[in-house]
């Protein structure tokens, strides 16, 4: 009698392996079959059953789908994942108008839900996407915009800060009462047809980089009254001049208290105004001349040694470039910068206010008085200055400025 059959492990295994491989690829193929069905219009039906049980791609994809539903909408305002709501809030203030506008009375309700929803989201991503997505509409409802701007977070306040219509007077002057943050400042100057009272309240924190966005926002009204406080104190805040001198609705008496102090270039700019009568452009052009006669009796006259201290600071730097006295300015980068100083004195003839920036950077000294040294001691004009980023910060990068460095001769 023959030995009954006994089935092969190794075969059996690899059957078993074989199954799982398949199960595996099944799988595989149905996650991806539903993340592209999840981006098509499959129908309403379909694509919240995707959002409710697929995987992230695949609820982020119904996110993003402009087909998916209001109810499905609605629910992903509760999904787990951060990326599925940022792709809903991406898509609702892109569609919202039409949402909005068409839909059945039920169904706005849910978009608004939807709305509401996203602009309480725990994620600050998720807010400050909506915030984006919605700064420029006028079909929102006003307690989102207003909450989304008082929000603790400035990546989600400052997009309706700067641009939402639905913000009234009311609403910027009591985020300016309660603001501490420059950029909530910042955003609320560079809002188009600012009225004066907002900006009365942004001058009365004098934030000088806020101020300088505002100076320079023609379409921003400013009282003569507050444009006099300002021009007081550009005085001592270099970053306002420029800003200050380019703005319309200057008074003769504001144009001759800037000719005091800002830099002879700024002058001649004021005495090119078309805006101005000829009483005020004779003193202008009577102190440009003095000015220019001041300044050239300073570079002729040699600064004795005596006459500079042993170490030199940003203070001393200052009050050498509001002086004009370029010998002491020459001293001072040289030392400051371990620069010869022969090649300062080819940096300040060069008229390049790169190549000025970056000696300034490498002396260690700030980009306010690196702005001082182009216009009083450079005598640079126009289009030939260099300006501060954001008021304060250098305009060009380390790897720019150290390029600069390399090619005036300055060894790293």
Sequence with gaps: MSAPLRSDPLRFDESAVAAKAALLLLEARAREAGHELAAT????????????????????????????????????????????????????????????????????????????????????????????????????????????????ETIVALPVLEYS?????????????????TDIFCAVARRKGLSADASDAIVAKFDAKAVAILVGNESAKIRNATLDKIVVRAAEVAELHYPLVLRADLSPGLIRKLARFVGTALIEMLAMRDDIDDETRAKLKTELKARIEEETADHKAPVKETALPKQFDEAFVEAAADAGQRDSIVA??????????????????????????????????????????????????????????????????????????????VPD
């Design 165 to 181: 219509p639905l913000l009234d007077d009311q609403d910027l002057l009591e985020i300016l009462t309660a603001a501490r943050a």
């Design 332 to 409: 001072a980068l040289a030392k400051m910068g371990r620069v010869e100083t022969d090649i300062v004195r080819k940096v300040l003839g060069s008229g390049s206010a790169k190549a000025l920036t970056a000696l300034a950077w490498r002396a260690g000294l700030g980009m306010r008085t690196a702005f001082k040294i182009q216009c009083a001691i450079m005598h640079l004009r126009g289009g030939s200055l260099l300006y501060a980023r954001g008021g304060s910060a250098y305009p060009l990068s380390e790897d720019d400025m150290r390029w600069q460095l390399k090619y005036i001769g």
């Design 41 to 152: 219009d499959a129908g309403e039906e379909v694509l919240h059953f995707l959002a409710m049980n697929g995987a992230t791609a695949t609820r982020s994809a119904v996110a993003a789908n402009p087909a998916a539903g209001a109810k499905t909408n609605l629910a992903l305002t509760n999904d787990s994942e951060e990326c599925v709501r940022v792709s809903l809030a991406e898509k609702i203030g892109r569609l919202l108008p039409g949402l909005l506008s068409s839909e059945a009375e039920h169904l706005r309700e849910r978009t608004l839900e939807t709305l509401n929803a996203l602009s309480r989201d725990k994620a600050s991503a998720v807010r400050a996407t909506l915030s984006e997505a919605i700064k420029h509409l006028d079909n929102v409802p006003r307690p989102i915009v207003q909450r989304l701007a008082r929000d603790a």
